[in-house]
């Protein structure tokens, strides 16, 4: 008998600490946010969904930036059940980061209707994504994880500039290690030839890292500071196109293992909380587990950051933003 308890027992502390091990860092700031305006794409699920919670519980003023507005509209609804505060305001608008006339028309939208703004969180992403174009011609995966966002955070630089203080988050990854310079310019310049998705996704992940390190630069004499986040492999929707795991059958011989080792939504969103409540103003850093971390040695190579910036304005022609906009 006594021999079935303690096995029971030694096999569940070391399953919790497995889950905890794997859980990673929870944020502990007491910070609020009262009134101040904070803008997340991708919000209607995942962590995009999770940090929308946490925020209102912190009173932000929430920007719900989605591609189906009647979930972004049930997402809200749900937040206010949540929260007795009467004063909170939450806006939910329509976002698609495969086009940019939606991302520029939204960005009007935001200008028009906010004096400034506190944060612009760019978490929206896709992972394994078909290789397609999108309607400006542009491969979805890169124009959809880091030339959608390149160009909404320059639509949205003034309104930023207009707060005392102010932040952008950019959601990259640990898979930005996979690639290399080769890659990152290869794919960007041409996107119709044939790549694996791996590297299509860890080219937009160090894309966003060198872009971070950049902007950083350039804004330095600003009010505002711009950093990167990796919030782990979170459990969620991102894994939708993911062979092994888009079959239900599939997922469900993982799912003994996954609900382990891989985080929950509320966790991956953890490091995101951090660096909008931390009152650490580094600029250009990576944040992994709620505290600084280094990236892959190319990630913030000065002469790379600079040269991919310039190539990333020829390509979208400068028709969308202009560096004098920094």
């Not at 096995?7 to 929870?26: D, L, M």
């Not at 495969?98 to 969180?121: G, H, M, P």
């Not at 009152?279 to 600084?292: D, H, I, M, P, V």
């Amino acid at each position: 008998m006594w021999k079935y308890i303690v096995g029971t027992v030694a096999f569940g502390s070391v399953a919790y600490g497995v889950i905890r091990y794997f859980a990673g860092s929870t944020c502990y700031c007491t910070a609020r946010l009262d009134g101040l305006v904070i803008i997340i794409t991708g919000a209607n699920s995942g962590i995009g969904r999770a940090l929308s919670f946490e925020l209102a519980k912190r009173g932000a003023t929430l920007v719900l930036a989605c591609r189906s507005i009647d979930k972004g509209i049930i997402l809200k609804q749900e937040i206010l059940a949540q929260n007795y505060n009467r004063q909170l305001q939450i806006y939910v608008k329509h976002l698609d980061l495969t086009s940019f006339d939606s991302i520029i028309k939204f960005a009007e939208c935001i200008n028009t209707e906010f004096n400034e703004i506190y944060a612009l969180v760019n978490n929206a992403g896709i992972f394994y994504y078909p290789q397609e174009l999108t309607v400006d011609g542009f491969d979805v995966t890169l124009q959809t994880n880091y030339l959608g966002p390149f160009v909404l955070t320059h639509h949205l630089l003034k309104v930023l500039k207009r707060a005392v203080h102010s932040r952008i988050i950019n959601v990259s990854s640990e898979a930005h290690r996979i690639a290399n310079a080769y890659d990152l310019k290869a794919i960007t310049k041409c996107q119709s030839e044939f790549r694996s998705h791996f590297k299509a996704y860890s080219v937009t992940k160090l894309a966003l890292l060198l872009f971070t390190h950049e902007l950083s630069k350039k804004l330095a004499k600003t009010n505002v500071i711009v950093n990167a986040v990796n919030p782990g492999n979170v459990e969620t929707a991102i894994y939708r196109s993911y062979p092994p795991l888009s079959k239900w059958w599939l997922y469900a011989l993982q799912w003994p293992i996954r609900i382990l080792i891989i985080k929950r939504p509320h966790q991956g969103a953890q490091t995101l909380l951090h660096t909008l409540l931390t009152s650490n103003r580094s600029t250009g850093q990576y944040f992994t587990e709620c505290k600084l971390a280094l990236p892959s040695s190319i990630a913030f190579n000065e002469a790379l950051s600079k040269e991919y910036y310039s190539l990333t304005l020829e390509i979208l022609d400068k028709k969308f933003i202009t560096e004098s906009e920094c």
